[in-house]
């Protein structure tokens, strides 16, 4: 079993959809939680940087931790066509140097 | 503008040569990291490196080399010794303390 599971996808919406993106894990000692968006031939790009459990906003996008469950998600208001991407979650113990596993991404179409 | 900065974007080798691929970075972070990613797989660490003169293997080290001189520099060597060298090759950094990781654009490798 790997320590993150993430729905590859596809995943096709029309624009202006509310976009719920998830992620699983097993490693009850991951505390820090990453959503990147990556454009194709592109690096990822950091969106959301979430510590432990709760909610976090950024303009259309809310990540939300649920630690008790070992579940992530990364909501995505009023979805654009330019949101098309693929989505990786991904986690770490602790700050400072510990190893950060990522989810092997969801692919999201945003369809005009 | 901070940021990382991988080069080239595409290259193209002979299967049993050795290929080096640059990573450079003006974030001032002290630590940097390659990845690779394959369809379906998500992000595989290579190596790491916290501090100059000083790295770790990932979980994927067969068939890599790398070097830290520099703070700024953390170029990554693709032996001949690597079976399957043909992928999208990701260089991060980080700072320290409790900090996301942030990516260069990749440089693709294909090796024939």
């Known amino acids: 079993q790997k320590e993150v599971e993430q729905d590859p996808g596809p995943l096709s919406v029309p624009e202006g959809a509310i976009v719920s993106l998830n992620c699983t894990y097993s490693?009850?000692?991951?505390?820090?939680f990453m959503w990147y968006r990556q454009y194709s031939r592109k690096g990822p790009e950091l969106l959301m940087y979430?510590?432990?459990?709760g909610n976090k906003e950024d303009g259309r996008f809310t990540a939300q931790v649920d630690k008790s469950s070992k579940y992530i998600s990364l909501f995505i208001r009023d979805s654009q066509p330019s949101d098309s991407a693929t989505y990786l979650c991904?986690?770490?113990?602790?700050?400072?140097?510990?190893?950060?596993?990522f989810g092997t991404g969801t692919k999201l179409q945003v369809i005009p | 503008d901070g940021g990382i900065t991988q080069s080239p974007k595409y290259l193209f080798r002979k299967e049993g040569q050795n290929v080096t691929l640059s990573c450079e970075q003006n974030?001032?972070?002290?630590?940097m990291y390659w990845y690779r990613q394959d369809p379906g797989q998500g992000l595989r660490l290579i190596y790491y490196?916290?501090?100059?003169?000083?790295?770790q293997k990932g979980d994927i080290a067969e068939g890599y080399s790398v070097s830290r001189e520099k703070k700024e520099s953390f170029p990554l060597t693709v032996t001949s010794a690597q079976k399957n060298p043909t992928a999208f090759y990701l260089c991060?950094?980080?700072?320290?303390?409790?900090?996301?990781?942030?990516f260069g654009n990749g440089t693709r490798l294909t090796v024939t």
């Open positions: 979430t510590y432990s459990s």
């Open positions: 991904a986690m770490s113990p602790s700050g400072g140097y510990q190893k950060v596993t």
């Open positions: 490693n009850s000692a991951f505390q820090y």
């Open positions: 974030l001032n972070h002290d630590a």
């Open positions: 991060a950094s980080r700072s320290t303390g409790p900090s996301p990781l942030h």
């Open positions: 490196s916290q501090i100059v003169n000083d790295f």
